[in-house]
């Protein structure tokens, strides 16, 4: 049995509510998402793009090589990895890394499967459903948070930083133009 599975046994699970008092540090916006920085490999990595609508986490080759990991790191994946649009995306192998989520005053420390790929990003890292269902994380881009529970019982609020979202969906814009360029 795991340090994280022992805690949990023991400790109830708070409620993870988002309020109107959630909403005083919000820009208003219309469609930002909730990009976060967690702590890998002892580093702090931005642009982490909390991704409720994937089925895989995924770390890019660029972020890999800028943690100074080593690709023996890497175990073999066997699977395919699909875009949205049903574009297939290079998979190097998956890592296993242990990640902090914290707020400053109190943290959640869970080991992620990342699937490492060689693609142009905005981001350093898609977390998503496997990840946040580990831990027991909910987001809300409305609120642009996400809550957690810590090993303690404590909820962490992870805000999202909005100017780095809004930086990240328009170089997202700038990659998949030049990615999907139409030429006659």
């Not at 993870?16 to 219309?30: A, E, G, I, R, S």
């Not at 702590?39 to 890019?60: A, E, I, N, P, Y």
């Not at 420390?109 to 946040?132: D, G, T």
């Not at 987001?139 to 957690?148: P, Q, V, W």
Request: aromatic fraction near 6%; hydrophobic fraction near 35%; charged fraction near 20%.
């Amino acid at each position: 049995m795991t340090v994280e599975a022992q805690k949990s046994d023991q400790t109830p699970e708070p409620d993870l509510v988002f309020t109107k008092t959630n909403l005083q540090d919000v820009v208003p916006h219309d469609n930002d998402s909730v990009v976060i920085s967690v702590v890998t490999v002892s580093r702090k990595v931005h642009r982490v793009l909390v991704d409720q609508g994937s089925s895989t986490d995924v770390m890019f080759w660029s972020t890999f090589n800028k943690l100074q990991l080593s690709p023996d790191q890497l175990r073999p994946y066997d699977g395919c990895l699909h875009g949205f649009a049903g574009d297939h995306v290079e998979v190097w192998g998956h890592v296993e890394l242990r990640n902090t989520f914290t707020d400053g005053t109190t943290s959640h420390i869970a080991n992620i499967r990342y699937l490492v790929v060689n693609a142009p990003s905005a981001y350093n890292i898609l977390l998503a459903s496997p990840a946040l269902n580990r831990i027991g994380a909910v987001a809300s881009s409305r609120h642009m948070k996400m809550k957690l529970p810590s090993l303690e019982g404590a909820v962490i609020t992870m805000k999202s930083n909005q100017k780095e979202a809004k930086r990240c969906y328009e170089n997202s814009l700038k990659t998949n133009r030049e990615v999907c360029a139409v030429t006659t």
